[in-house]
């Protein structure tokens, strides 16, 4: 069970990580710091708008990949992979 | 061949396909009914939970309100899909290890009460209920606008199709129509968008396009342009207007992703991958193509609005002659004005169409000293952006086939899955779980088909005699499954210590709350006049609508579950080992069993 908790508490803190990034990405750039990031311009694109409508979709995506993948190792590592 | 034949050929061909794999994917047992047997690759129900979940409206209405609403529209492109993040780390692995049926099950067991399941199901079928109806409107407008049917016949064969694949399939049948499904929306949606981006930036891509300069020589971006051209006409400016305030926009964005996490036809698409670890990666591919759509709308937004604009001021926005010329506006026009979707009136009577802001009192003045009497285009309605996007952009006639095709797909699949959470949870939840729990498989199995059959017949109904919820769908399902059903499966599997009384407590305190504020300013029960205050943000609390509400909502469900819970007595034993054999993914073969 001691293995359980250490699998769940290294769950955990990927889960608070990869959240906190989504965070970031989506209500602190694409609103609370939209006009901040706004005075910043990629090519056609002021960043705020560019995450708020295509930035933010992108790095969500990636988060779901990067979580399940480390997931999986952590799955191997505890011995709690499905058989 | 003429553009009606056309239409029917795509769309026939398109129905032709969901039939034949109606009879290759018969359910023999109520897992096959309930969760496809359990044996779907992780990126065939990515697809197919994409096709659930787009809907009508992602499909139809989004990059109208973009368009429109510029900036703003943000809340819905980052809502709609920030939500599979909650999905994928918080609940699906967890629900998928459980390995039942339906949500409400999940609830009642975790939180060992019938009473609490109930309360799933109700939130259950009024969130899906709510829904489907807009699905139905949407099969039948797509009918009637494209195959030149009556709205009702319309729905009528909509009803039909989906009545053969769902009732002799159930959530197998429904899976492998959703991945057809899916294939004909994403190229109607994407292939007129990679048309336009061509046109107006010489990039194909339009997430590319959407940044990029426009091609006619300027050397000016799009967005400039468009923000430019929208200022001109005394709107706001697009990359900047927003939806309320800072606040109301955080919150209806948290909103409509806990909602979208909590919504159950989502979650139960979940329940068909074979093993733990595919839940996690099914709902990254379900949001890479999902995204695809969701990408590609802000351009097809931005680039339909400059689009329009153009058409209807030739000559050079808010110039002395730059507007169109009633006889001269093109064919499109006329078609779409014959739907009632657009109209002018030229109330100068000086034979040209002027189209500005006449809520913004600079540009009446500037209007009026040009000898203009008011804005003349009088209605344009948001779809359509995407319905007539093909026309404006003079695109071939194959192209406007296959958007009609893409917009049924898209009403169908997202309308199947709701009725198979709602037929499931009335034969599983009530049926088996409640009040009949002695049934044999067999006799489940042929009553999750007849409440399918009456669940089509139900939503057929209330297409045809919508009520008055019916257009509140982003309120009521959103914050239905943000404040109620969320917080309640997350907390039953991140806390051992919230129990039985705590997560009833909770749910029915969330949707009270939410409910109430909806009602308040809605009216009870979407009863006209019955409203307690004006549904505007002078009369919100804190500027927040009334559809953002449900993230508050959910908020109180955590709050009131905790506290309750602490000063009940804890879950038993055998429920906190329940929580903990579903927090890991070992074990998940034994639950297949079932």
């Known amino acids: 069970m001691s293995n359980g908790n250490a699998y769940w508490r290294a769950n955990l803190r990927l889960l608070s990580i990869c959240l906190v990034i989504w965070f970031v990405v989506s209500y602190l750039f694409g609103i609370m710091l939209f006009d901040v990031l706004n005075t910043i311009q990629i090519g056609g694109y002021k960043l705020g708008f560019w995450f708020a409508q295509q930035g933010s979709i992108y790095v969500f995506v990636a988060l779901i990949f990067y979580y399940a993948a480390r997931m999986n190792r952590y799955d191997r590592e505890h011995g709690v992979e499905e058989e | ?594």
Not at chain 2, 95 to 110: A, M, N, Q, S, Y
Not at chain 2, 157 to 186: D, N, R, W
Not at chain 2, 385 to 414: D, F, H, K, R, Y
Not at chain 2, 427 to 435: E, N, R, T, Y
Request: one cysteine or more; charged letters at 10%; hydrophobic letters at 50%.
């Open chain 2, 1 to 594: 061949m003429d553009l009606t034949t056309l239409t029917y050929l795509v769309v026939g061909a398109t129905f032709a396909v969901y039939i034949g794999i109606a009879f290759w994917a018969r359910a023999a047992t109520t897992a096959e009914f309930y969760a496809a047997g359990r044996g779907v690759h992780p990126i065939a129900n990515g697809m197919a939970t994409a096709a659930d979940w787009m809907s009508a409206a992602s499909f139809i209405s989004m990059a109208g309100l973009i368009a429109f609403t510029g900036y703003g529209g943000s809340v819905f492109l980052m809502g709609w899909t920030g939500g599979y993040v909650l999905l994928a780390m918080l609940l699906a692995p967890y629900l998928r290890k459980f390995g039942k049926f339906t949500v409400p099950e999940f609830i009642g067991d975790r939180y060992y009460s019938q009473t609490a399941r109930i309360v799933a199901v109700v939130c259950l079928i009024v969130a899906s209920i709510t829904y489907v109806i807009g699905q139905m409107k949407g099969i039948g407008v797509a009918f009637s606008r494209f195959l030149e049917v009556e709205f009702a016949t319309g729905l009528f064969t909509g009803m039909g199709i989906v009545f053969v694949y769902a009732v002799m399939g159930g959530m197998k049948g429904i899976t492998y129509t959703q991945i057809a499904q899916y294939v004909v929306l994403i190229f109607a949606y994407t292939i007129p968008a990679i048309f336009i981006s061509l046109q107006l930036t010489g990039n194909p891509l339009p997430q590319l396009g959407l940044g990029a300069t426009m091609a006619d020589g300027t050397g000016v971006h799009l967005l400039t342009k468009l923000d430019l051209v929208v200022t001109d006409l005394g709107f706001k400016e697009y990359t900047t207007q927003k939806l309320g305030s800072s606040l109301n926009m955080f919150l209806y964005t948290l909103s409509l992703m806990i909602g979208t996490a909590g919504l159950p036809h989502v979650i139960i698409r979940f329940f068909t991958v074979p093993r733990v670890r595919d839940a996690r990666s099914s709902a990254g591919w379900a949001l890479v193509f999902i995204a695809i759509l969701y990408t590609t709308a802000p351009g097809v937004g931005a680039m339909a609005r400059l689009n329009l604009i153009d058409t209807l001021w030739p000559g050079g926005v808010m110039t002395a002659d730059g507007a169109l010329e009633v006889e001269q506006r093109p064919d499109w026009m006329k078609r779409w004005e014959a739907t009632g979707l657009l109209g002018f009136e030229d109330k100068n009577g000086d034979g040209r169409i002027q189209y500005y802001d006449d809520s913004n009192p600079q540009t009446v003045a500037r209007a009026e000293s040009m000898g203009w009497k008011g804005n003349e285009m009088t209605n344009v309605d948001r779809d359509i952006m995407v319905l007539a996007n093909p026309e404006i952009a003079q695109l071939p006639n194959w192209v406007i086939a296959l958007v009609a095709a893409g917009g049924l797909a898209a009403a169908l699949s997202t309308a199947a899955g709701l009725l198979l959470a709602i037929s499931s949870a009335v034969s599983h939840d009530l049926m088996k779980g409640v009040f009949l729990p002695d049934i044999s498989e067999k006799a489940e199995l042929n009553a999750g088909r007849i409440a399918m059959a009456g669940a089509i017949v139900v939503a057929g109904y209330l297409g045809l005699n919508p009520p008055g919820f019916a257009a509140q769908v982003v309120a009521l399902a959103f914050g239905l499954a943000a404040s109620s059903i969320f917080p309640a499966l997350m907390m039953g599997i991140f806390s051992k210590r919230v129990n039985n009384f705590g997560a009833i407590a909770g749910m029915l305190g969330g949707l009270g709350v939410t409910l109430l504020y909806i009602f308040w300013f809605k009216g009870w029960f979407f009863i006209p006049g019955t409203e307690m205050a004006a549904n505007n943000a002078s009369n919100w609390i804190l500027g927040i609508s009334p559809e953002a509400f449900g993230a508050v909502g959910a908020m109180v469900n955590f709050a009131v579950a905790i506290v309750v819970s602490r000063m009940t007595a804890e879950p038993p034993v055998h429920i906190q080992e329940l929580v903990e054999s579903i927090r890991v993914p070992r074990g998940a073969g034994s639950a297949t069993a079932h």
